[in-house]
């Protein structure tokens, strides 16, 4: 019994530090993440034009309109367009089965926005920030971007696209919505950048493959 016991308490402590390890890596990286890319992040104002921005998927209401997120983020999208910072909408999002289709929710609210449909490309596949940098890359050949998002989930995306060969800067889309999200939504999302930032970096270093790839399908004829 006492030999059992010892075992547990082994494999506690073991575990224990494991954790700590962990949870000490996540905060760094997510600090270096932040700070890395505070220069690389504009306004709407002074960001400089880019062919293509990316617009992250964010979600999609039971009603079939994008969150409130994911409409801020399309709505700074259009905004750059309008004002001729880029030429093109890249919307990526999931699309994994038939009844859940965030880039063409985001395609319709892009329309509805006046961006005419020859302005906007659809990546079906962006499941995770990962992969919809990655194929903007690797499928849509994209080596310049200005990326969208909310200001929390900005500098994560700014580093694995980086990280994967795309020369980028950022704008939030936080600007959109000034008076905020729903606290219980913001506060995950928050949390959540701890780990999926050192889960990015992982997937830097090993060179990860998104589960879906395919053929080129280049944004322009001349990349």
């Keep these: 019994m006492r030999l059992i016991w010892r075992g547990i308490k082994k494999i506690f402590v073991v575990g224990s530090i494991l954790f700590i390890l962990l949870a000490f890596s996540s905060i760094f990286l997510r600090v270096f993440s932040a700070g890395w890319a505070q220069s690389q992040i504009y306004s709407l104002e002074d960001v400089s034009g880019r062919p293509v921005a990316i617009i992250f998927g964010a979600g999609v209401t039971r009603s079939g309109r994008p969150t409130a997120m994911l409409a801020d983020r399309v709505e700074m999208g259009a905004n750059l367009y309008h004002a001729g910072k880029v030429k093109v909408l890249l919307l990526t999002g999931d699309n994994h089965i038939d009844t859940y289709n965030e880039p063409e929710v985001m395609r319709q609210f892009a329309l509805e926005l006046g961006v005419p449909d020859s302005a906007l490309v659809l990546d079906y596949a962006g499941f995770r920030t990962y992969d919809s940098c990655y194929r903007a890359q690797a499928i849509f050949q994209v080596n310049e ?44 999302s928050q949390v959540r950048e701890f780990p999926s930032t050192a889960v990015a970096v992982f997937d830097l270093i090993s060179d990860r493959k998104p589960m879906y790839l395919g053929d080129p399908l280049p944004i322009f004829d001349d990349p």
């Design 145 to 188: 971007a200005i990326l969208v998002t909310q200001a929390f989930h900005l500098d994560r995306a700014l580093l694995t696209c980086t990280g994967l060969g795309i020369e980028s800067v950022g704008v939030a889309a936080d600007a959109v919505r000034p008076t905020g999200y729903a606290r219980r939504s913001l506060l995950s």
